[in-house]
């Protein structure tokens, strides 16, 4: 079972948890934002669709609209509405979204009291993210705003992390762990492939796997990556990996190793061939 978690002015990163709620915490500034009643006093509640998109929120309608799909009591959440935007009628409409099956309950633990809830619906503070545990979200991902004193307090980030012939950076506040490092590379490139040329798709959808190109280059988990050489290796997708080992097997030169040594061998075999497998630097540099 994946686990919802709530935290009180925390942020969290497990990539166990597909969606998480921040409460402000009592030493930051109820910053409002509020949901306003039409002119018969009235405020509409539709629910939504959350799945497995990495998304934050923190306005109030969406919170509240997530609270309501999450299955939140009916009565607090009017209560709660009722009693903060002046409304004399909350409508709830039909739920015809959903809220993915990992989040799923994260709202109940927020909302457990009329304050709290309060607190997370229409405090600019309080935070809802949502996400999955099959990719790594941004390093910067959980990394929000602080309003206060009519003012915004924004990260700082003293570090960045491009790639070579890559668009997309990411940042961070410090300088990164191996760890750190590790998922900041996943993150800018996950499902990414890469022509002979250089040139990297990102282009996920059903169209795209159904027309590409069947000769294009991988991050594969089979690889052995070793970042502090300053490079990404991908590898050329199809059988390459496997008649790689085979042909290792047959040698001998596997026998008695661990998956981890096995993988260590098999990664310099593969990057003897330019062909099948190709070295993309990456930069890590202050900022």
């Known amino acids: 079972m994946m686990k919802k978690l709530v935290r009180k002015s925390v942020f969290e990163t497990n990539s166990s948890s597909t969606h998480s709620i921040s409460l402000a915490s009592e030493d930051k500034q109820f910053i409002l934002d509020t949901i306003y009643p039409d002119q ?3 405020v509409y ?10 998304a934050k929120y923190n306005d109030a309608q969406t919170k509240l609209d997530y609270a309501y799909e999450s299955g939140v009591d009916i009565e607090k959440l009017e209560r709660v509405v009722k009693e903060q935007t002046g409304a004399t009628e909350v409508v709830f409409g039909p739920k015809d979204g959903y809220v993915d099956h990992g989040g799923y309950g994260a709202a109940q633990e927020a909302c457990g009291s009329d304050e709290d809830t309060r607190n997370y619906i229409f405090n600019k503070n309080s935070w809802l993210f949502t996400g999955n545990d099959n990719s790594e979200p941004d390093p910067t991902f959980y990394d929000v705003p602080i309003f206060g004193d009519g003012k915004v307090i924004r990260p700082v980030y003293k570090y960045e992390l491009s790639i070579e012939g890559f668009d997309k950076k990411t940042h961070f506040k410090e300088t990164p762990t191996n760890e750190e490092l590790n998922n900041g590379i996943e993150s800018l ?3 990414v492939l890469m022509s002979e040329n250089g040139y990297f798709f990102t282009d996920t959808s059903i169209e795209f796997q159904l027309t590409r190109p069947r000769d294009l280059f991988e991050k594969h988990w089979e690889i052995e990556q070793d970042y502090s050489k300053g490079y990404i290796i991908f590898v050329k997708e199809g059988m390459y990996i496997h008649n790689t080992e085979k042909v290792l097997e047959a040698k001998g030169v596997l026998e008695g190793l661990n998956w981890n040594e096995k993988r260590v061998l098999i990664t310099e075999e593969v990057l003897k061939y330019p062909n099948i497998a190709k070295k993309i630097p990456f930069t890590l540099k202050e900022i």
């Open 40 to 42: 018969f006093g009235k």
């Open 45 to 54: 509640v539709n629910g939504g669709e959350f799945g497995w998109e990495w």
């Open 189 to 191: 490139i996950s499902g």
